[in-house]
């Protein structure tokens, strides 16, 4: 069988899962802000939440703390990191409302209409090529509620590390305690590409900012 780009991303984050949990102990404050901006409906339908790419359970935790939620959705493509979220909910007492799903962003396993609230940061651009990218905007676009939002990030070539003023492909390396490095691919996205991306798929754009070298957006299903 031939692998996919999806199928590296996998096994990259399950080779680094332990240790790269261990390093993100807590939220981005922009996820906080965000989170604490929503006004929540008052009326009786449910009200999911979602976490796409919820790596430990970082945000899935701000999600229950922040946001009164019947449940919360996390999906993530390494079962390693989902092992993780899982003990991280257990421990710290959020799991009762937690489902915990093995997923690709880019084909997200619910239904139409049915998420209140997302945040997917700090893994669109782990996705290959462009069009896979787009498509998983699209499908958060699909899963959002008519008046659900939702937080978007990816890292931009504004961050201090990168000379570059045009987005591009590149491979980040994480290295583990024995000194192991291993290769994550990056597409570096640039603001207006972002931006494009967005435009091209399903979204509505509310908002845009560059912070901490990411680009955010808020936005909604484009109906």
């Known amino acids: ?75 993530d493509l390494s079962q390693g990191l989902l092992q993780t979220a899982r003990t991280r909910a257990t421990n710290r007492g959020f799991i009762d409302n937690l489902e915990l799903i093995h997923g690709d962003a880019g084909s997200i396993p619910l239904q139409s209409n049915t998420v209140s609230i997302a945040v997917y940061v700090a893994t669109l651009h782990h996705l290959q090529p462009r069009d896979q990218r787009v498509a998983s905007l699209s499908e958060v676009a699909r899963v959002l509620e008519s008046n659900g939002q939702a937080l978007i990030s990816a890292w931009s070539t504004e961050h201090d590390r990168f000379d570059r003023d045009r987005g591009f492909d590149t491979t980040v390396e994480w290295t583990l305690r024995d000194g192991t490095s291993v290769p994550r691919y990056y ?37």
């Open 1 to 75: 069988m031939t692998e996919t780009p999806q199928d590296s991303v996998e096994a990259t984050y399950d080779t680094i899962a332990k240790h790269f949990a261990a390093t993100r102990e807590y939220a981005w404050p922009e996820v906080e802000s965000f989170c604490a901006s929503q006004q929540q409906s008052s009326t009786d339908s449910k009200e999911i939440g979602l976490d796409l790419g919820c790596g430990n359970g970082r945000h899935v935790e701000t999600l229950s703390e922040k946001m009164s939620l019947d449940s919360i959705v996390g999906i």
């Open 187 to 223: 597409h570096i996205y640039d603001p207006d590409e972002f931006r494009s991306d967005l435009n091209t798929s399903a979204l509505s754009v509310i908002e845009t900012e560059i912070s901490s070298g990411n680009c955010y957006a808020v936005v909604e299903d484009n109906r």
